[in-house]
Antibody, heavy 120, light 110 residues
Framework: QVQLQESGPGLVKPSQTLSLTCTVS??????????WSWIRQPAGKGLEWIGR???????NYNPSLKSRVTISVDTSKNQFSLKLSSVTAADTAVYYC????????????WGQGTLVTVSS | QSALTQPASVSGSPGQSITISCTGT?????????VSWYQQHPGKAPKLMIY???NRPSGVPDRFSGSKSGNTASLTISGLQAEDEADYYC??????????FGGGTKLTVL
């Protein structure tokens, strides 16, 4: 059973860079036809897709965030990461990492989520 | 990309059926059979309930079903149970190789 776990600072100052890591367990991040995504949810609001990465390094990003987002993967550590630069209070949210199934184009496994607050 | 449109709330009594709609465009819902539905209980991560419009992952009760007509997808829950009370989100793959979610629908079991 695949499990995903987000980790990183829970508090980030405005204008700084938010950095999160997702550790995948229960299987190799490189096996199978999957992609690895970040999705966020501000308190009381809906889900917003941030971007995805394949273990080849190929990425796609949400156009509204593209200029500030970088997603990377470290297959040796079975991890993938998110960096979001120049954050503001609007970036305060629960951030989820998720596995995507390449043929079904859906998100079948999710991490528990981690709250990141942007505040001075 | 604009969020898919869902009703803010729906409600039903135990044993009844409800349907949640999800409206997009020809660039997302209408253009691909890659619509998914997720259930989210308070404080929990979303759980995949339906993928590829109408397919259920293993372990999801057959009370949950999905369909699509044109630019609108629908999730139907029959035989409502108390544990079905949750937020439900649709999502769709898009022509830009991205994903878009709906705003979410709060299901209340009366």
């Amino acid at each position: 059973q695949v499990q995903l776990q987000e980790s990183g600072p829970g508090l980030v100052k405005p204008s700084q860079t938010l950095s999160l890591t997702c550790t995948v367990s229960g299987g190799s991040i490189s096996s199978g036809s999957y992609y690895w995504s970040w999705i966020r949810q501000p308190a009381g609001k809906g889900l917003e897709w941030i971007g995805r990465i394949y273990t080849s390094g190929s990425t796609n990003y949400n156009p509204s965030l593209k200029s500030r987002v970088t997603i990377s993967v470290d297959t040796s550590k079975n991890q993938f990461s998110l960096k979001l630069s120049s954050v503001t209070a609007a970036d305060t949210a629960v951030y989820y990492c998720a596995r995507g199934a390449d043929f079904e184009l859906t998100f079948d496994y999710w991490g528990q989520g981690t709250l990141v607050t942007v505040s001075s | 990309q604009s969020a898919l449109t869902q009703p803010a709330s729906v409600s039903g009594s135990p044993g009844q059926s409800i349907t949640i709609s999800c409206t997009g465009t020809s660039s997302d819902v209408g253009g691909y059979n890659y619509v998914s539905w997720y259930q989210q209980h308070p404080g929990k991560a979303p759980k995949l309930m339906i993928y590829e419009v109408s397919n259920r992952p293993s372990g999801v009760p057959d009370r949950f079903s999905g369909s699509k007509s044109g630019n609108t997808a629908s999730l139907t829950i029959s035989g409502l149970q108390a544990e079905d009370e949750a937020d439900y989100y649709c999502s769709s793959y898009t022509s830009s190789s991205t994903w878009v979610f709906g705003g979410g629908t709060k299901l209340t079991v009366l």
